[in-house]
């Protein structure tokens, strides 16, 4: 059957892109730890944190694999993970908030190195490893409350018949009601998924827009700094740069896709399979390969 096709081919996508995040973390790893100079040290500690982030992220989607449905004005989120079936009530709800969390926390290691060239260059501040923790942990609490208030719109599908009904009348999950004991729901429009997509929104733009200012920043402060460098330094720094303002177009795409995630669940009667929902962590696993 087609559906089978598919559900596979996701669950392929989940596990090859969590391969290709290990492998490339893996290379970075040994990168920061085995050929960093020690005037790139401090640099090298902020990839490493973006790197952990990165790896717990890729393990966290690999192990649940989220699964999002729409119909007749419910949304319906799902994990995979086989504890999963096991939990009743809202409780089982709560894993979406590590979900929401990570990816936002993923799109931040450029902004924060762009921040950190800024600071150095032009401004002659050192960002130490402290600082970069304090953002990370600022969007991560602000994102974690977020996704509480999100979370607590869903409850648990056993104890909703008429969207238990729903579920099962779509034509992917039809032949498959044994899984339906794993979905949440919540209505589609609520004013909970309101403040958790303002707050996402705001996180995803100000890191998409902040990279290419400083970067922009940088870059010009190094060119009038160039008879007092080194060409070693500059030509190292000219590479981060270009790597930096690669990385500036993909926090753009991710909160393209995610507008046309919502758009789609929204305007369109049913939505089914959840495809679209898992193409922002692909695309932000890309960060890692040109970080590499």
């Not at 996701?10 to 920061?32: E, M, Q």
């Not at 999963?84 to 929401?100: D, E, L, P």
């Not at 200012?213 to 981060?240: D, W, Y």
Request: charged share 10%; glycine share 4%; net charge positive.
């Amino acid at each position: 059957m087609f559906s089978d096709v598919v559900l596979f081919a996701i669950r392929v996508s989940y596990y090859t892109t969590f391969a290709l995040s290990v492998t490339f973390n893996g290379v970075l790893l040994y990168f920061i730890f085995k050929t960093t100079s020690s005037k790139l040290k401090l640099y090298s500690l902020i990839l490493l944190q973006g790197v952990i982030i990165d790896i717990v992220t890729s393990c966290l989607f690999v192990y649940m694999q989220y699964y999002l449905e729409s119909a007749d004005g419910y949304v319906f989120t799902a994990s995979s993970a086989p504890w999963n079936s096991k939990i009743q009530g809202t409780v089982k709800c709560v894993w979406t908030i590590f979900h929401v969390t990570f990816p936002i926390l993923c799109n931040w290691s450029g902004p924060i190195r762009g921040f950190y060239r800024y600071l150095i260059f032009c401004r002659r501040i050192t960002l130490s490893p402290w600082h970069v923790f304090c953002i990370y942990s600022f969007v991560t609490v602000w994102m974690t409350a977020a996704g509480c208030i999100y979370v607590a719109a869903f409850s648990d599908i056993n104890q909703n018949p008429g969207a238990m009904t729903t579920l099962s009348n779509l034509a992917f999950w039809e032949n498959r009601k044994n899984d339906l004991n794993r979905f949440c729901v919540a209505h589609l429009l609520n004013y909970n998924s309101a403040i958790f997509l303002s707050s996402m929104f705001f996180f995803v733009n100000v890191a998409a827009f902040s990279l290419p200012i400083f970067n922009r920043q940088a870059k010009q402060c190094l060119s009038s700094s160039r008879e007092h460098m080194q060409p070693r330094t500059i030509q190292v720094q000219g590479q981060i740069g270009r790597q930096l303002a690669l990385q500036a177009v993909l926090p753009f795409l991710c909160a393209f896709l995610g507008i046309c995630v919502i758009f789609t669940i929204v305007v369109m009667p049913n939505y089914s399979i959840g495809v679209c929902a898992i193409c922002t962590w692909k695309v932000e696993k890309l960060h890692t390969f040109l970080e590499v």
